[in-house]
């Protein structure tokens, strides 16, 4: 009998720790998961560009913070859009924009299943999120009311000022650094 009870213990020792060890790793795999940008590396496309130096695939490519690597729209009025093409329908509900500047004064963000023209950005685009304003700062993260299924993404810029409300700089442009889309 005696040597049963220590038996039994160290198999229920086991299994505890077996089982810890499989919910830590289902957590971690979540954690991932949530973590993971969706948008990162994928096709980007723009309204405009104001130069090869600053095109839309530079606003994908992890680099939140690098002058010299961002999405610059042409010099010229709002409206500005810039899409990204997640390559399949996926489950989203935030999505982080890194402004160089704060110029946007009216901005959406706008989702489709499909595209009737990948170039031009025709499609049937529902508008999930709409701001009235100017970004409070220029890490944008946007919680959406509920999580989306799309396969486009899109930022929108209604009307934007050539000034930058926090510098003396003024440039009738619309650049950010990063568009990242999480789950």
């Known amino acids: 009998m005696k040597r049963i009870i220590p038996k039994i213990g160290k198999c229920l020792i086991g299994l505890a720790l077996c089982l810890t060890s499989t919910f830590s790793l289902q957590v971690v795999d979540v954690?991932?998961?949530?973590e993971t940008n969706l948008?990162?590396?994928k096709t980007a496309v723009a309204s405009s560009q104001e130069a090869n130096s600053v095109r839309p695939s530079l606003a994908v490519d992890g680099d939140t913070t690098s002058r010299g690597s961002r999405w610059g729209s042409?010099?010229?009025?709002?409206?500005?859009?810039?899409?990204?093409?997640?390559?399949e329908e996926q489950s989203f509900n935030v999505v982080k924009v890194f402004w160089e500047t704060r110029k946007a004064t009216a901005y959406k963000i706008q989702i489709a299943q499909?595209?009737?023209n990948a170039q031009t950005g025709e499609?049937?685009?529902q508008t999930v999120k709409t701001f009235t304003d100017r970004p409070k700062t220029l890490?944008?993260?946007i919680v959406l009311d509920q999580m989306y299924q799309a396969r486009y993404v899109r930022l929108y810029i209604d009307s934007a000022t050539a000034k930058d409300p926090d510098s003396d700089g003024s440039w009738n442009s619309i650049s950010i650094y990063e568009m990242e889309i999480y789950a």
């Open 31 to 34: 954690q991932a998961k949530e």
């Open 39 to 41: 948008a990162l590396n």
């Open 74 to 87: 042409a010099v010229k009025n709002a409206p500005h859009w810039i899409y990204i093409d997640l390559g």
């Open 114 to 116: 499909t595209l009737t």
């Open 123 to 125: 499609g049937d685009w």
């Open 139 to 141: 890490t944008d993260e």
